[in-house]
């Protein structure tokens, strides 16, 4: 679950706004495969330049999350509310 929601972030390239990358060395260099920008920073770079961005994201996994929760629990009682009708005296 913790995956899909990662997934969710993107990063954009700060000159076209493209999110297709090219990766190297473990992410310390980074080419933007549309315009051609390098970021020498690698992936911090990119991290900070896109740090509205990934905030922005993460408020809304946040309620994407809680959501999520609030289904659970829902079900959750609706479940122990139905078990309650199908108890039978005898
Ligand atoms: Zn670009």
Do not use: H, P
Request: glycine share 6%.
């Amino acid at each position: 679950m913790k995956d899909n929601y990662n997934k969710s972030i993107q990063f954009r390239c700060i000159t076209c706004g493209d999110t297709d990358f090219d990766f190297k060395d473990d992410k310390a260099w980074i080419k933007c495969n549309r315009c051609g920008k390098e970021y020498n920073g690698g992936y911090y770079e990119l991290v900070e330049l896109n740090q509205e961005n990934i905030n922005q994201e993460l408020e809304k996994n946040k309620e994407e999350i809680g959501k999520d929760l609030q289904k659970e629990m829902t079900d959750m009682f609706k479940k122990a509310f139905k078990g309650n009708k199908n108890i039978k005296f005898k």
